[in-house]
């Protein structure tokens, strides 16, 4: 399917021709900052819009929403960024560096794997057990959220 | 005012930051804020909402859920759990057709988002709820620090699905930190992300943006920087010394977690507050 079609079909997609480059997300982007703007939102808008791509790049943004708040056309870059890379993943797999956190969701429905020790040092300090749960890995299952 | 809460403190703070927790719970008994535990929900859905959106909104929903079970508004520590149960708060009320989808997922673990509560972060519940006068009255021990308020990305934005202070120039955070008698002073681009969030995709330039925020907090002559979320916390303070050699930087800027402040302003001891746990040293004296 056409990359455009299947980003504008989406909910969180109605903005994506609201964008007349005008950089101002660019401008005031941390990632774009620390790269001499090698990540360049505005671009990435571009190069989806006009070309019809995704490049890895899309996983630089921090999510900070900065160029969202500051968009004069009000388009949604954040989100949209968001968007690209759920697209994205679809049709390429989950990221290496993404793979451990979805392990780890799907064996105990944290993030990061809640163990004997940090339950030791809670504890100790009077504050309540955390417990493993597996119904994040149903869900996980049912939405087809592992990718296998 | 509401005295109770569901409490969710997600998966970082659980992992890493259980003097994050601590705190939270000092500050809100001393304010008769009764919070009731679903602190072991597991994760809010975060990073499915950019990897697959059916199970992100499941995730959120699902604990959600458990708050609604207790009729109860849900509390949380995390900004990157606030954006993501806000968010997902208001998608699946304003969208009947979500909804139904994400209980279809839900029906399987027998739980039901109902649409019925509101989620909160801590720091709104401290400033709309509870308020600035109500806090200062429980303030037995005013600090006289300089801080550099630091309120991290998704306490705020976007703003317009969080709703929260004025997105662009709070001012939330700043008087609460007041509030504890200490000053919050004014530093360079104090709105810039700590870069947590792309720690794992690229961490150098992870390292570059927190290294660019703790130069701008030491050029500020701050004694201590105070976050409101445990992704800010980990990339400032455990991560401070790792970002002074990687930039060839001495910062050594202690990093509180704004209960912490709070709480020491309240009379708690540093070590109820679980002080000693920050990976940058805090002199206790400081706080005389």
């Known amino acids: 399917m056409d990359l ?69 056309a009000k388009t949604k870059v954040a ?21 451990p956190l979805v392990e780890n969701l799907a064996s105990c429905g ?27 890995k149903k869900i996980m299952e049912k939405t087809g959220g592992l990718n296998e | ?69 207790e009729k109860l508004d849900l509390m949380v520590v995390c900004n990157g759990c606030n954006g993501s149960l806000v968010r997902a708060n208001k998608k699946l009320k304003e969208n009947p057709e979500l909804k139904q989808e994400v209980n279809n997922v839900l029906a399987d673990i027998d739980r039901e988002f109902k649409g019925t509560i509101e989620v909160k972060h801590y720091v709104r519940v401290l400033w709309e709820d509870v308020g600035v006068e109500k806090i200062k009255e429980k303030v037995s021990n005013p600090l006289d620090v300089k801080v550099a308020v630091h309120y991290g990305c998704h306490l705020l934005r976007p703003s317009e699905d969080i709703r929260f ?42 390292y570059k943006m927190s290294g660019r925020k703790l130069r701008n907090v030491k050029n500020a002559k701050a004694d201590l920087m105070i976050t409101a979320c445990p992704f800010c916390n980990i990339m400032y303070d455990a991560n401070q010394k790792s970002i002074e050699r990687e930039l060839e930087r001495e910062f050594n800027i202690p990093v509180l977690h704004y209960p912490q402040l709070l709480g020491i302003s309240m009379g708690y001891s540093p070590k109820e507050v679980g002080l000693e746990q920050n990976r940058v040293r805090v002199n206790p004296k400081i706080f005389k």
């Open chain 2, 1 to 69: 005012m509401s005295n109770r809460y569901a409490y969710f403190i997600g998966c970082t703070t659980a992992f890493r930051s259980p003097n994050y927790d601590l705190s939270t719970r000092r500050v809100m008994e001393k304010l008769n804020i009764e919070l009731v535990d679903i602190n072991d929900g597991g994760c809010c859905g975060f990073y499915y909402e950019v990897i697959n959106e059916l199970t992100y909104l499941s995730m959120a929903a699902r604990v959600i859920s458990m708050a609604e079970d």
């Open chain 2, 165 to 206: 202070d004025e997105a662009r120039d709070p001012v939330s955070l700043d008087e609460l930190v007041c509030a504890t008698g200490a000053s919050s002073i004014d530093y360079l681009e104090k709105s810039l992300c700590c870069g947590g969030y792309i720690m794992a995709s690229n961490q150098d330039v992870a």
């Open chain 1, 79 to 99: 989100d949209l960024i968001s968007l690209m890379r759920r697209v994205y993943v679809k049709h390429n797999n989950i990221p290496t560096f993404i793979k």
């Open chain 1, 4 to 72: 455009r079609k299947e980003l504008q079909d989406d909910i969180d997609g109605e903005t994506l021709n609201h964008c007349f480059s005008c950089g101002i997300c660019t401008g005031g982007c941390p990632s774009a900052i620390m790269t001499d703007s090698e990540y360049n939102p505005r671009k990435i808008l571009h190069r989806v819009v006009i070309e019809g791509k995704l490049e890895d790049d899309i996983w630089l943004c921090t999510n900070c929403y900065t160029c969202q708040e500051r968009c004069p």
């Open chain 1, 110 to 136: 944290f993030t990061q794997i809640i163990g004997d020790l940090e339950n030791k040092r809670r504890k100790r300090m009077g504050l309540p057990e955390m417990k493993h749960n597996k119904e994040i």
